[in-house]
Structures are given as C-alpha cells and as structure tokens.
C-alpha cells in the first residue's frame, strides 16, 4: 500500500503565506452568540480587498522558489490544489505559472479533494518527479475558506496556503521516505452546485470522518515503514480546529511537543486545503538535519493522505532565504465583524 517513486525525491522549496487581517472569534460570538464553553480557535485569517487564493498561491510560490534558488521557468509542472478558486470555469495554475514567469512550456492544473487537495497534488508531483519525467515541479495548497453566517465555520474558516517544489532526493532539504492514502465515500462535509456555503454533518465530520481517517493513514504509513511515533520530531496534522488534531495525535502515541511544531490553527483558523501544508513548513522552519516529519492531511468525502520526511543538512541554509511561516503569522491587523462581512462580500447588493 505505500507509495514510492522509482527514483527518491523530495522538497528543494517551500514557502507559506497568510494573510494580514484577523477576525477574534469572540468579534463571531459577540454577533451570533456563543462561545460559552470556549472558542474552537482564538482568531482566524481574512483575505484583504486585494486578495484571493490566486495571489495567496503566487506569493507562497515566490518564496518556495526563493528556497529552492532554481528560476521559475525550470518548472515543467505548477498544480494549484484549493476548494475556492477564483474563477469556477478557468484554471488558477496557468496564472500563478505565469506570474512566476514559468510559462509557456509547463504543465498547469487545478487539484480538488476539499482539504486535502494540496497533498493530493503533492503526492502527483512527486509521481511524476520520480518518473524522472520532469526535474521540478510545484505544488500548493491555499484557501479562503467561507462559512455561513452565524454557522460553526465561520469562527474557523481562514485563509493561507503554502507551496512546495518537489524535485530529486540529491537536492531536497527533506526527501520523503513514502507516502500512503486512505480514502472512503463519507459523506461529512460538501457544497452543491450553485450553492455559496457548505454544508457539514455537524460532530459527524470528526467521527466517522476525521478520526477514522487520519489515524487509519498514519498507523499505516508507520507500520509499513517500520517506524513508531518516537521516531519523529514532529507530526502535522490537518487542522480544522484546536482540539481535533490533538486528539488524533495522542490516540496514534505522539506528544504535544511532537504536535505543536506545526499547530497554528488557534491563531489563523482552517486554511482548508492550505491547513496541513501550512504546518508542515513551520515544522520545516523549525526542524534540524535528521529530524524525521510525519504530515497527514485530511479531505472531507473523505480521505487522508500520510507522508513521511526527512530533512537534511540543506534545511540549514535555504530556510533563511524566505520569510519563515512565523512572520506572517505574527503580522496580524484585527478587524471587526463589519469589516470581515465587507472584505469577504457577504452582503449581497443585488
């Protein structure tokens, strides 16, 4: 069940963005009640005026590439994995390719599977990297999430995404040992056609669908490598909340120390198809040669798809050449609740 490429690849580039502006989640619970018994996050990110999961995706790839130190028209593949594209019918890669000056002789595709869409195209990249098909090619996974108003999701539903040049083990600053997914028909979390919100199956969307579905791809993915939670400096886990990936992780043996290198879902929320990448670079941002990384992201519909790193001696000095995740998480401007009804158009003029 583990998947392996036929030659070993791994990340030469990585990057992150997140939006300047914050909603608290009690400006949310100070209009539609609540929070009686605590907030599932303690603020969560918001696109600018000027922003989309487009330029989100660009910026995340400038610094990737920055990281990589390789020039943007070595890609041969750009994959852009989100759940709120900007346009319905028009693909966001061929505009991030050529922003980043990676047109016309590349590939550019959009990827979907709710939030783990990111790593579904990550997964692709490094199939097609070990195929020795191409040398290069970048992946990224970014949201701006939408909640219902006055629904749970709109204290969670953030913004951010990050993206990932995948390439040969030779250059990588962390090769991937293997990955592994696991996917079911579980109905937790979708968005009809001409629907403006999702609809969710309320605690339905931790069990069967969260719980069962990451712990199920980690527990593989370790055993079939031979490896226990002990072996890893650092675990990711998608994070739809503050609670859910602390939960999993304990139940698969890890600590919160193990856990907390990639967690950052209390102070920008769920950035969906961005959450699990997102915190697999601060872990990068944090990690030393030899640290062993375990990332498992979730989609709901549902699936989990499970990969083991290494980093390597390069982490040392390409981390530095790109703003750390870190940064933009601590630049933050709060806003109220009549500015993030504005920024994110929820008030329909006609």
Same mark, same amino acid.
């Given at each position: 069940?583990?998947?392996?490429?036929?030659?070993?690849?791994?990340?030469?580039?990585?990057?992150?963005?997140?939006?300047?502006?914050?909603?608290?989640?009690?400006?949310?619970?100070?209009?539609?009640?609540?929070?009686?018994?605590?907030?599932?996050?303690?603020?969560?990110?918001?696109?600018?005026?000027?922003?989309?999961?487009?330029?989100?995706?660009?910026?995340?790839? +400038?610094?990737?590439?920055?990281?990589?130190?390789?020039?943007?028209?070595?890609?041969?593949?750009?994959?852009?994995?989100?759940?709120?594209?900007?346009?319905?019918?028009?693909?966001?890669?061929?505009?991030?390719?050529?922003?980043?000056?990676?047109?016309?002789?590349?590939?550019?595709?959009?990827?979907?599977?709710?939030?783990?869409?990111?790593?579904?195209?990550?997964?692709?990249?490094?199939?097609?990297?070990?195929?020795?098909?191409?040398?290069?090619?970048?992946?990224?996974?970014?949201?701006?999430?939408?909640?219902?108003?006055?629904?749970?999701?709109?204290?969670?539903?953030?913004?951010?995404?990050?993206?990932?040049?995948?390439?040969?083990?030779?250059?990588?600053?962390?090769?991937?040992?293997?990955?592994?997914?696991?996917?079911?028909?579980?109905?937790?979390?979708?968005?009809?056609?001409?629907?403006?919100?999702?609809?969710?199956?309320?605690?339905?969307?931790?069990?069967?669908?969260?719980?069962?579905?990451?712990?199920?791809?980690?527990?593989?993915?370790?055993?079939?490598?031979?490896?226990?939670?002990?072996?890893?400096?650092?675990?990711?886990?998608?994070?739809?909340?503050?609670?859910?990936?602390?939960?999993?992780?304990?139940?698969?043996?890890?600590?919160?120390?193990?856990?907390?290198?990639?967690?950052?879902?209390?102070?920008?929320?769920?950035?969906?198809?961005?959450?699990?990448?997102?915190?697999?670079?601060?872990?990068?941002? +944090?990690?030393?040669?030899?640290?062993?990384?375990?990332?498992?992201?979730?989609?709901?519909?549902?699936?989990?798809?499970?990969?083991?790193?290494?980093?390597?001696?390069?982490?040392?000095?390409?981390?530095?050449?790109?703003?750390?995740?870190?940064?933009?998480?601590? +630049? +933050?401007?709060?806003?109220?609740?009549?500015?993030?009804?504005?920024?994110?158009?929820?008030?329909?003029?006609?």
């Amino acid at each position: 069940m583990i998947m392996r490429p036929s030659r070993e690849v791994g990340i030469v580039g990585y990057g992150a963005y997140v939006p300047l502006y914050r909603l608290p989640a009690e400006e949310v619970g100070r209009i539609w009640g609540g929070g009686q018994a605590g907030y599932p996050v303690r603020e969560k990110s918001v696109p600018g005026l000027d922003e989309d999961t487009t330029t989100m995706a660009i910026e995340a790839a +400038r610094n990737a590439l920055r990281r990589a130190g390789i020039g943007a028209e070595e890609l041969r593949a750009v994959w852009i994995g989100t759940e709120s594209k900007t346009y319905a019918v028009k693909p966001t890669g061929t505009i991030v390719a050529e922003a980043l000056g990676a047109t016309p002789h590349t590939q550019a595709a959009d990827w979907e599977f709710a939030c783990k869409a990111g790593t579904e195209a990550l997964q692709a990249a490094m199939g097609l990297v070990g195929s020795e098909m191409v040398r290069y090619a970048l992946i990224a996974g970014v949201d701006a999430a939408q909640g219902r108003p006055g629904d749970a999701l709109e204290f969670t539903a953030g913004a951010g995404g990050a993206a990932y040049i995948i390439g040969p083990r030779e250059e990588s600053l962390a090769y991937c040992e293997g990955s592994l997914s696991y996917v079911t028909d579980t109905p937790d979390f979708f968005r009809r056609a001409h629907e403006r919100y999702p609809s969710h199956g309320g605690r339905f969307t931790g069990e069967p669908a969260y719980f069962r579905h990451i712990q199920s791809a980690a527990a593989q993915l370790m055993e079939e490598l031979g490896r226990k939670p002990a072996d890893y400096a650092a675990c990711v886990l998608h994070q739809p909340n503050s609670k859910f990936p602390l939960r999993a992780g304990k139940a698969l043996g890890f600590t919160s120390e193990q856990l907390s290198a990639g967690m950052l879902v209390s102070e920008i929320g769920n950035c969906y198809a961005g959450s699990s990448l997102i915190g697999l670079s601060a872990a990068l941002d +944090r990690a030393r040669p030899g640290d062993r990384i375990l990332l498992v992201s979730f989609g709901s519909g549902a699936g989990s798809d499970a990969f083991s790193f290494v980093v390597t001696e390069a982490i040392e000095e390409r981390r530095h050449r790109a703003p750390l995740t870190r940064d933009y998480v601590r +630049r +933050r401007q709060p806003i109220d609740y009549g500015t993030y009804v504005r920024y994110r158009q929820k008030l329909r003029m006609h």
